[in-house]
């Protein structure tokens, strides 16, 4: 067993504790969990110690993970005898562009956008919702893609939205997230020829009339290119911020860099940037190959100084797991893919964590230019 040591010569403090954790790393957000403010209800009781560690962010996986890293950081202090860790989240809402309100019922909302159509990026926004989902948070996903409404099918939702006063309406759900698109609305065959001004009303209706159930993230899937649409979108919805979609070639990057643009217009932060269909992979023998180039994404962020949150595979499955109305979250939950999905979520969810809590939080900047 060891040396035995009398409590009055080895009894340990809680600064011992904290020095102890200070040097304790969580891998999400590369902060330690004291300056990460996430140490919670520390106490010591001669060698016993117990504490809750609360994170920012949604990340049931990793539970078990920080836990470990925790209890075995601490049995390493001398006389340590017994250590019991809580791991809990609690998100918060935070900041989002000057002079907008937040939403009642919707503490942070996620733009997901592309520069360009056929990016893989409604099927992005619907797995990192599940993700986030799967983390332990309460999703909701907006589709506000009105000319291309793709999410009914890939959620695997149909029917009409109750309305229990005549004025709002019930999100959908399916698979644990709430969702809302014109979708709902309209007979799937019937194009939507509206002029601008109708799809932006239609789409503050979807947002501000569906009864959103206390959600900690809402995923917008926007509408692909940088267009009216997208810049009243980003003008009248308060955005925590935005995650911009691409793939690997020149073309859909030059468009990127576009929607990157103009979200910094009108003040929504990048939480970062998604390539999507990074590398092929052969369905029958497994062979990786990257067939609309490499590193494009990682370069975009560098050139703008902006988080590269991962890259997925261009694979059968992901499409056909889409398709069917169960996306590779919840299709494949604890597969490669689904994993990749997480991880970005978690990144999602980290950046959002340290934006500013509120605009009172912060004194407005005045900036003079000389045009």
Known sequence: MGAHFTESSMSITVEDVKAALSKIVDPNTTKDYVSGKAV????????????DIELGYPAKSQFDKVRSSIIAGLKALPGAGNISVGVTSKIIPHTVQRGLKLMPNVKNIIAVASG????????????LALALSAEGASVGLLDADIYGPSQPMMLGVSGRPETKDGKSMEPMENHGVQVSSI???IDPDEPMVWRG????QALQQLLEQTNWRDLDYLIVDMPPGTGDIQLTLSQKVPVTGAVIVTTPQDIALLDARKGLKMFEKV??????IVENMSTHICSNCGHAEEIFGAGG???????FNVE??????LTMAIREQADSGKPTVVADPDGPVAAIYKEIARKIAVQVSEKAKDMTSKFPSIVIKND
């Not at 919670?40 to 504490?51: E, F, H, P, Q, T």
């Not at 360009?116 to 797995?127: E, P, Q, W």
């Not at 001004?197 to 932006?200: A, F, L």
């Open 183 to 185: 979708g709902f609305l």
């Open 116 to 127: 360009k159509g056929g990016v893989g990026k409604s099927t992005t926004a619907v797995n």
């Open 197 to 200: 001004p109708m799809v932006t």
């Open 308 to 313: 590269f949150l991962g890259a997925l595979p």
């Open 297 to 303: 994404g990682a370069k975009m962020c560098k050139d």
């Open 267 to 272: 003040g929504i932060p990048i939480l970062g």
């Open 40 to 51: 919670k209800n520390l106490k010591v009781d001669g060698g016993d110690i117990s504490l």
